[in-house]
């Protein structure tokens, strides 16, 4: 695009200098964008402008055929009308070469933006490899990753079965020691019971047998006492009879 430019303002300032040439006419270079044109458009426009070339160099032809039969026709100094002639074609001859100029420098870009083209088609197609290989190894790490998923899921509904298993043998444990807990809970309060039962006969036993310890006290302090009296009446009795 830049080149593209420069060359016109080269062509502008140098090449149409003579702003009071008659028929004039100022050409305009379109752009050659090569990010926009692909290889059939170049080509297309390729043979455009080497049909323009062609013609532009026949006119050109043509002209100075025209221009040198009136210079060799006219021996005599030219009148008005035959130098505006002479000057007009000596115009047009220049403005084709211009032409020819112009359209040479737009096939060497048009050729430059084939090789660009080509050079970016032989970039994309590696790029487009690349890409492939990017997402054929993606495919590849998926894929493994999947299957990693998959035989984790499959390691992990058979942990969970294991559990879920270990949790059932578990439940039926707690369930028979929670029954074996209530059979002994039973039995202990039965047990209790019993010994209050004992304690209860044990409390009736201590107080029978306190009953008969003060019972033997007693008898035993009478029989002290008996013997006690017994012993007197006996010594009483003696000393009357000595006496």
């Excluded at 984790?152 to 298993?165: G, L, P």
């Excluded at 009953?211 to 009795?237: A, K, P, W």
Aim: aromatic content about 4%; overall charge negative.
């Amino acid at each position: 695009m830049i080149l593209i430019n420069v060359f016109g303002e080269y062509i502008q300032n140098n090449l149409y200098s003579n702003m009071d040439r008659p028929n004039k006419k100022r050409r305009t270079i379109p752009d050659v964008d090569p990010r926009a044109i692909d290889e059939a458009n170049n080509q297309k426009i390729a043979d455009d402008i080497e049909k323009e070339i062609d013609k532009a160099k026949d006119d050109v032809i043509i002209k100075k055929m025209k221009l040198e039969n009136l210079n060799s026709r006219f021996k005599r100094p030219h009148n008005y009308e035959e130098n505006l002639e002479i000057s007009r074609l000596e115009n047009e001859i220049k403005d084709g070469k211009e032409e020819i100029i112009e359209k040479l420098y737009l096939l060497k870009q048009v050729d430059n933006n084939k090789v660009i083209h080509a050079i970016s088609l032989r970039n994309m197609e590696i790029k487009v490899k690349e890409l492939e290989q990017s997402l054929q190894n993606a495919q590849d790490s998926y894929e493994t990753e999947e299957n990693k998923l998959t035989t984790e899921k499959i390691n992990c509904k058979e942990i969970t079965r294991i559990y879920k298993s270990q949790l059932e043998e578990i439940e039926k444990e707690n369930e028979l020691l929670e029954l074996k807990l209530a059979a002994i809970i039973e039995e202990n309060e039965e047990i209790e019971k019993e010994i209050e039962e004992i304690l209860k006969k044990n409390n009736k036993r201590i107080l029978k047998n306190e009953s008969i310890e003060v019972m033997l006290r007693q008898s035993e302090e009478e029989i002290v006492r008996l013997e006690n009296v017994l012993s007197e009446m006996v010594h009483n009795r003696i000393n009357k009879m000595e006496n």
